[in-house]
């Protein structure tokens, strides 16, 4: 049944490496997509590199490349080039995410690209975008988490600005751009015609600033560090109990009487400090050690327990060996085992998209091996032959 | 032009409130797509009450919702569920965050709205998903960041579990989400038919921890905070200049030692606790204080001409003014004035999603007033007279 293959239709070159490119690849073909990685002949993606390692193969790389194949194309070889050429007639998509101008000095820009194909969605994942005057400096996740403005509303008060511990500059980056893809597809199902999506790290992290920047373009002020509260709603927060922290959302004020009532501290609802979300908001630092003193006696399980009767929202603070066991995470398939040919199974997170009409579907295949692919697609696409694509193999080309 | 259009052709009725859901038909909007907001009629969406506020309008509410058109509709009047319904057939998707089971309480679930329309694609984003033994808890962004491990490898050695400082909980939901329809909709393209895409807030979590899981998984150690530096780049991290914080990203041994002939620190070179990468991060505790030592002398500017000078990739950590005022953020576009009929002009972030046949075209609209087009979409689409609505709007319905 064709509804029951998702996105697979859709044929995607990805040059990318690394994570921003390789992520938003990921989800594509984990949407049903057939996405073949073209990377360099003896080299691979530069992740393949990253620890660490299970036996030969490196479980970073593993855990972004599931559902792809690879094939081998070195782009400084003329006959290289032209094989690119003929794939990008067939393919609907090319995904890089080199440094702006790479791929015109390959002689494979868009404009080239488009010629060849003029359905192509060619899209590109870069630091800093494809126009500006930063266009060419070199950046990191960790360079456009600071100059995009959230480390700076990250960490706690009187602290350091903080870099968030996953690398969203580079994630965010490679989910603006599969909408981007999705997106142009779209169109091109109207108009017949591809075009280029150009999404920069810098920008996406801009985007997600939320209303940092509606409270500092109104108020003036510039947003600081406020640890982990909530600006405006008290108490909604981490609070440190027995064994470890859990999280409390206490935001109205009945959620605030309950949560005294079941304390045995009824006295603090009516305290003319605490009595609204307003006054708690206000007296947050003579609330604070309040609260301190109350979470002290119980461990986290306890408390979430009797936080839950109750009816008051709150959560564990959990490490990543709880998160990959909790029960709802797992209900939802979130941590996938994956058998590689090499390494054996790896487990990793799932897709987050659940599609009605493609249930359970998001794993199809292993990470590639680099090149695993090379004979099966160049034959597949272009006709080849054994011999002509062994032939290209001796020559460096593949 | 129809390629001047975007996603225009996409219809999109968004009963979403405050954040996650909000986002996602902002950015689907920002595409072309015509999104129209069904709100409680005299309440709304609850972040119309969110400060700051511009006037009698929230700063917040209306950096999420341009874009869009707003109607009301009480959907718990028999006459408006009508209403809702045979809007439902003209449109291609329904967007909402309520809790699991309350459209379906309404009569509005995804079975009964995907029979009067099959093409129809239902999008919900929620707390923890339409399945498991979570389903029905409340969440909220910091529950979320709580539950699913991001908070634990956010921050610094010894020091507490972090909250990410934007609404990540909420923004990386809502991005999987807009994925989701969109390729739904490519999908319907082929098979005719809609589908429900369900997104989870805490999946999406789990989605973006990124290597955190592999590492887990492979060495069974758990994941720590290891404040802004990276796993097993050193220097890759922040460091402190005279008058704030920047980031350098020394990536290999002859950038280091570039960099230590830059600083006239030649001896660091050859130093054998510094000379490989592997060495200066195994001795980070060490190079610390010498790193602190070098860079208390200059400013950001200072330190940042120097290093760029020398290529050494770098930046700075910007606070939320630096950042709205940044060439390159400026250049591409990233922050967009829009004139509000109310509060007047607001600057907010940009679309990142830069689409070569859609140049430029990200705002055409302010946010909504409360209901400002009832009368035009229910005559636009269902043919309503004046005097209908007026008569609805006296009842209530509207």
């Not at 609907?92 to 791929?103: A, F, I, K, S």
């Not at 995009?148 to 350091?160: A, D, E, F, L, Q």
């Not at 006696?297 to 998160?323: F, H, M, Q, R, Y």
């Amino acid at each position: 049944m064709h509804d029951l293959r998702g996105l697979s239709g859709l044929k995607v070159l990805d040059l990318s490496r690394v994570l921003a490119g390789p992520y938003c690849g990921m989800v594509l073909a984990d949407l049903g997509a057939e996405v073949v990685k073209v990377e360099m002949p003896g080299v691979g993606d530069d992740s393949r590199a990253f620890g660490p390692f299970v036996g030969s193969e490196s479980a970073y790389f593993m855990s972004l490349n599931r559902n792809k194949e690879s094939i081998t194309l070195n782009l400084k070889e003329e006959k290289a080039k032209e094989i690119f050429l003929r794939l990008v007639e067939k393919f609907d998509v090319v995904l890089e995410n080199y440094r702006p101008g790479t791929m015109e000095k390959l002689g494979l820009g868009y404009d080239r690209l488009s010629q060849v194909n003029p359905r192509l969605i060619y899209a590109a994942t870069s630091g800093f975008g494809h126009t500006g005057p930063y266009s060419l400096k070199p950046a990191y996740d960790v360079v456009v988490q600071g100059m995009g403005g959230i480390m700076s509303i990250t960490g706690h008060p009187g602290g350091p600005p903080t870099r968030v511990g996953a690398s969203i500059g580079d994630i965010t980056a490679a989910l603006f751009t599969t909408i981007g893809i999705l997106a142009a597809l779209n169109m091109r199902h109207e108009t017949g015609k591809g075009q280029k999506v150009d999404v920069a790290m810098l920008d996406s992290q801009v985007a997600i600033l939320e209303n940092a920047i509606a409270r500092y373009e109104v108020t003036g002020q510039v947003p600081e560090r406020i640890g982990n509260r909530h600006p405006s709603i008290t108490p909604f927060t981490s609070v440190q109990a027995a064994d470890g922290y859990l999280i409390i959302a206490i935001g109205n004020d009945s959620l605030w009487a309950k949560f005294c009532r079941m304390v045995a501290r009824e006295e603090l609802i009516d305290d003319p400090r605490y009595r609204t979300n307003k006054d708690r908001t206000d007296n947050w630092d003579a609330l604070e050690p309040v609260l301190t003193e109350i979470f002290v006696n119980k461990t986290v399980d306890e408390w979430i327990s009797l936080l839950e009767s109750a009816g008051i929202p709150c959560g564990p603070i959990n490490t990543v060996d709880k998160v990959v066991s909790d029960p709802q995470v797992l209900a939802r398939n979130m941590i996938v085992e994956v058998e590689h040919p090499v390494a054996g199974k790896l487990r990793m997170a799932g897709c987050p998209i659940k599609l009605s009409a493609v249930p359970g579907r998001e794993i199809r295949r292993p990470a590639p091996l680099l090149g695993q692919h090379t004979t099966e697609v160049l034959s597949r696409y272009l006709g080849m032959s054994k011999d002509e694509i062994e032939h290209l193999k001796i020559q460096g080309v593949v």
